[in-house]
C-alpha cells in the first residue's frame, strides 16, 4: 500500500495545468525609453569680452556635434527636447543665436535668444526647443552647433568689469524602440 502511495504521489507531481504559450507577443513589445544628457556650457567673464583694451560686439564658436552618425541611434529615436539656461551677471544685455550647420555649414536651424542686462533678482532666461516629426529631421542631419553672441548697445566693457554670461544646457532624447 505504502509503495502504491508513493507512486500515485509521484505521477501528481509530473501532471500539471498549462496553457499554451504565444510567443508571438514578442513581436507587438514597444520599448519608450527615455535619457537625459549634458549638452553644452560656458562660462564667458565679462572681461573676456574685450581684447587689447577693445571691446568685442561679436564673439562665437562652432562645435563639432556627430551624435547622429549611429544610424541606430537615429532609427529609434522619436523626439529631442533641448533646454538652455542663460544667468547674466554682466551690465549688457546679449542677442546670442544656436545656429544648427550640417556638414558643409549649411544653415539648418537657428535658436535664437534675448539675455536682459544684468538687474538685483533676475531670474535665468530659460527656453526649451522640441524637435520632433519633421523638426527632428533637421537636428538628425546637424553636424556642427555655432554659438553667435552679440553683445547690445550699453556702458562699454572694459578689462575691469565684472560679471559672467554663463549658460547650460541639457538634451532629454526619447526614443520608441519595436
Known amino acids: 500500500m505504502n509503495k ?28 519608450e525609453p527615455i535619457f537625459v544628457a549634458n549638452l553644452a556650457a560656458f562660462d564667458i567673464q565679462a572681461n573676456q569680452f574685450v581684447i587689447g583694451g577693445v571691446e568685442q560686439p561679436l564673439v562665437g564658436d562652432v562645435v563639432n556635434f556627430k551624435v547622429f552618425n549611429d544610424v541606430d541611434f537615429t532609427n529609434n529615436l522619436s523626439r529631442t527636447d533641448l533646454y538652455f539656461e542663460f544667468n547674466n551677471t554682466i551690465n549688457r544685455g546679449f542677442s546670442i543665436n544656436l545656429h ?3 556638414a558643409n555649414n549649411v544653415k539648418l536651424h537657428t535658436i535664437p535668444f534675448t539675455v536682459p542686462a ?5 531670474s535665468p532666461v530659460t527656453k526649451t ?13 546637424t553636424e556642427k552647433i555655432a554659438f553667435v553672441i552679440a553683445i547690445m548697445p550699453g556702458i ?9 554670461l554663463k549658460m547650460r544646457s541639457s538634451a532629454t532624447i526619447y526614443f520608441a524602440v519595436q
Not at 526647443?129 to 542631419?141: R, S
Not at 562699454?156 to 560679471?163: A, E, H, K, V
Request: hydrophobic share 40%.
Open 4 to 31: 502504491f502511495f508513493r507512486i500515485y504521489v509521484l505521477t501528481l507531481l509530473f501532471l500539471s495545468c498549462s496553457s499554451d504559450l504565444d510567443f508571438d507577443q514578442a513581436n507587438d513589445l514597444k520599448l
Open 100 to 102: 544648427l550647420l550640417d
Open 118 to 122: 544684468y538687474t538685483p533678482g533676475q
Open 129 to 141: 526647443e522640441i524637435f520632433e516629426n519633421a523638426k527632428l529631421d533637421i537636428l538628425k542631419k
Open 156 to 164: 562699454p566693457l572694459t578689462s575691469n568689469s565684472l560679471g559672467s
